[in-house]
Protein backbone atom coordinates (compact mmCIF):
# COMPACT_ATOMS: atom_id res chain seq x y z
CA UNK A 1 0.00 0.00 0.00
CA UNK A 2 1.46 3.55 -0.65
CA UNK A 3 0.42 6.98 0.12
CA UNK A 4 -2.24 7.09 -2.71
CA UNK A 5 -4.09 4.11 -1.93
CA UNK A 6 -4.28 4.74 1.67
CA UNK A 7 -6.14 7.84 0.93
CA UNK A 8 -8.30 6.45 -1.28
CA UNK A 9 -9.34 3.98 0.95
CA UNK A 10 -9.15 6.19 3.93
CA UNK A 11 -11.70 8.29 1.75
CA UNK A 12 -14.07 5.40 0.72
CA UNK A 13 -15.50 5.10 3.84
CA UNK A 14 -18.80 6.87 5.02
CA UNK A 15 -18.62 10.89 5.71
CA UNK A 16 -14.94 10.00 5.83
CA UNK A 17 -12.52 13.55 5.22
CA UNK A 18 -9.25 14.55 4.54
CA UNK A 19 -7.33 17.32 6.69
CA UNK A 20 -3.57 18.73 7.72
CA UNK A 21 -4.24 20.27 10.87
CA UNK A 22 -1.08 19.74 12.04
CA UNK A 23 1.63 20.41 9.55
CA UNK A 24 2.65 19.64 5.93
CA UNK A 25 3.69 16.41 6.85
CA UNK A 26 0.67 14.80 8.26
CA UNK A 27 -2.20 13.92 6.55
CA UNK A 28 -5.25 13.20 9.04
CA UNK A 29 -8.21 11.43 8.36
CA UNK A 30 -11.43 12.39 10.25
CA UNK A 31 -14.77 11.38 10.71
CA UNK A 32 -17.71 13.11 12.20
CA UNK A 33 -14.51 15.68 13.16
CA UNK A 34 -12.73 12.78 14.98
CA UNK A 35 -9.33 11.23 14.10
CA UNK A 36 -9.38 7.39 12.63
CA UNK A 37 -6.20 7.40 10.85
CA UNK A 38 -3.42 9.67 9.90
CA UNK A 39 -0.33 8.81 8.23
CA UNK A 40 3.19 10.38 7.25
CA UNK A 41 4.13 11.96 4.03
CA UNK A 42 7.74 12.26 4.65
CA UNK A 43 9.94 9.60 5.59
CA UNK A 44 8.83 6.32 5.64
CA UNK A 45 5.10 5.52 5.29
CA UNK A 46 3.52 5.41 8.72
CA UNK A 47 0.23 5.25 9.76
CA UNK A 48 -1.87 5.70 13.48
CA UNK A 49 -4.88 4.04 14.05
CA UNK A 50 -7.16 3.40 16.69
CA UNK A 51 -7.22 0.18 18.24
CA UNK A 52 -9.29 -1.55 20.68
CA UNK A 53 -6.61 -1.47 23.70
CA UNK A 54 -6.70 -5.29 23.98
CA UNK A 55 -6.24 -6.32 20.45
CA UNK A 56 -3.25 -3.54 20.33
CA UNK A 57 -1.40 -5.07 22.91
CA UNK A 58 -1.72 -8.57 20.84
CA UNK A 59 -1.43 -6.78 17.29
CA UNK A 60 2.06 -5.32 18.44
CA UNK A 61 3.17 -8.57 19.69
CA UNK A 62 2.48 -9.70 16.30
CA UNK A 63 3.83 -7.82 13.66
CA UNK A 64 7.19 -6.11 13.77
CA UNK A 65 6.10 -3.33 11.89
CA UNK A 66 3.53 -2.39 14.29
CA UNK A 67 4.60 0.14 17.49
CA UNK A 68 3.05 1.50 20.27
CA UNK A 69 1.15 5.02 18.59
CA UNK A 70 3.50 7.88 18.48
CA UNK A 71 2.33 11.04 20.01
CA UNK A 72 -1.04 9.20 20.67
CA UNK A 73 -2.45 7.35 23.99
CA UNK A 74 -0.16 4.05 24.08
CA UNK A 75 -3.09 2.32 25.34
CA UNK A 76 -5.51 3.29 21.83
CA UNK A 77 -3.34 3.85 19.74
CA UNK A 78 -0.93 2.07 16.94
CA UNK A 79 1.47 2.78 14.61
CA UNK A 80 1.89 0.66 11.66
CA UNK A 81 4.46 0.90 9.07
CA UNK A 82 3.65 0.17 6.07
CA UNK A 83 6.93 -1.63 4.47
CA UNK A 84 5.30 -4.34 2.74
CA UNK A 85 5.52 -7.09 5.96
CA UNK A 86 1.87 -6.09 6.30
CA UNK A 87 -1.03 -7.45 3.48
CA UNK A 88 -2.91 -4.83 2.03
CA UNK A 89 -6.21 -6.29 3.41
CA UNK A 90 -5.08 -6.42 6.90
CA UNK A 91 -4.11 -2.76 7.02
CA UNK A 92 -7.90 -1.96 5.36
CA UNK A 93 -9.27 -4.65 7.87
CA UNK A 94 -7.21 -2.14 10.82
CA UNK A 95 -8.35 0.90 9.32
CA UNK A 96 -11.90 0.11 9.05
CA UNK A 97 -11.73 -0.81 12.81
CA UNK A 98 -10.19 2.39 13.78
CA UNK A 99 -12.93 3.80 11.55
CA UNK A 100 -15.96 1.77 13.57
CA UNK A 101 -14.30 2.84 16.98
CA UNK A 102 -14.09 6.54 16.27
CA UNK A 103 -17.87 6.00 15.01
CA UNK A 104 -19.11 4.37 17.98
CA UNK A 105 -17.86 7.11 19.86
CA UNK A 106 -20.02 9.80 17.72
CA UNK A 107 -23.27 10.90 19.84
CA UNK A 108 -26.26 9.19 18.71
CA UNK A 109 -27.52 12.80 17.26
CA UNK A 110 -24.13 13.10 15.00
CA UNK A 111 -24.34 9.62 13.69
CA UNK A 112 -27.73 10.34 12.29
CA UNK A 113 -26.95 13.70 11.31
CA UNK A 114 -24.09 11.63 9.48
CA UNK A 115 -26.11 8.78 8.21
CA UNK A 116 -23.78 6.48 9.76
Do not use: D
Given at each position: MNIEELREYCLSLPQATEDMPFDDETLVFKVGGRMFCFASLTGDLKMNLKCDPDEAI???E?????????HMNKKYWNTVLIDGSISDSMLKVWILQSYKLVVAKLTKAERSRLGL
Open positions: EIRTFPAVTPGF
